[in-house]
T-cell receptor, first 114, second 113 residues
Framework: TQLLEQSPQFLSIQEGENLTVYCNSS?????LQWYRQEPGEGPVLLVT?????EVKKLKRLTFQFGDARKDSSLHITAAQPGDTGLYLC??????????????FGPGTSLSVIP | DAGITQSPRHKVTETGTPVTLRCHQT?????MYWYRQDPGHGLRLIHY???????DKGEVSDGYSVSRSKTEDFLLTLESATSSQTSVYFC????????????FGPGTRLLVL
């Protein structure tokens, strides 16, 4: 069974600071996604990374997929209160059972203080 | 917004009673999923559907059943609710070619007393 771990579990920072959150596994994933979830709402897809070593930028957010496709990081530059939320990583099950399946990490809860 | 709604949004029920949650989509996507989200566990797949009347179990399916009689509706039933089923339930659909691209509904918060 493939598992995804995320760190840190909780992060509280001041507005304007930079931060990085991590998503790690001992298994290889075909692709990996990052979602952001705000309180009382469903997760919203931010990005999908597919190629080992790939870097994608979304405004102040930078996503990187590890060369071995076992880990990923999300870096936020100059965090703003609107970045507050739960950040989830998810990977597709490369062991390919009989159904389409996405595995989710437990999330990093980010709080950006004005 | 991928046109996903869930009902009810909040529900309080008693142990032993049956509960049905509804997920409705407006765009005729084939794949639909039910997840539960609990602190420290992330999202865990309960059941999924790959077409009308075609469903299969996920990793935490015990105590749950599903039905999909129309493309647009995917129902999740707790046959006899237990306190361990207190959770937030999310429906999701797969959009497009990539199986990992899922869009989520707003969630149903269920409390079993």
């Amino acid at each position: 069974t493939q598992l995804l771990e995320q760190s840190p579990q909780f992060l509280s920072i001041q507005e304007g600071e930079n931060l990085t959150v991590y998503c790690n596994s001992s298994s290889v994933f075909s692709s990996l996604q990052w979602y952001r979830q705000e309180p009382g709402e469903g997760p919203v897809l931010l990005v999908t990374v597919v190629t080992g070593g790939e870097v994608k930028k979304l405004k102040r957010l930078t996503f990187q997929f590890g060369d071995a496709r076992k880990d990923s990081s999300l870096h936020i530059t100059a965090a703003q209160p609107g970045d507050t939320g739960l950040y989830l990583c998810a990977g597709d099950d490369s062991e390919k059972t009989s159904y389409d399946k996405v595995i989710f990490g437990p999330g990093t809860s980010l709080s950006v203080i004005p | 917004d991928a046109g996903i709604t869930q009902s009810p949004r909040h529900k309080v029920t008693e142990t032993g009673t049956p509960v049905t949650l509804r997920c409705h989509q407006t765009e005729n996507h084939r794949y639909m999923y039910w997840y539960r989200q609990d602190p420290g566990h992330g999202l865990r797949l309960i059941h999924y559907s790959y077409g009308v009347k075609d469903t299969d179990k996920g990793e935490v399916s015990d105590g749950y059943s599903v039905s999909r009689s129309k493309t647009e509706d995917f129902l999740l039933t707790l046959e006899s609710a237990t306190s361990s089923q207190t959770s937030v339930y999310f429906c999701a659909i797969k959009v497009g070619r990539l199986q990992e691209t899922q869009y989520f509904g707003p969630g149903t918060r269920l409390l079993v007393l």
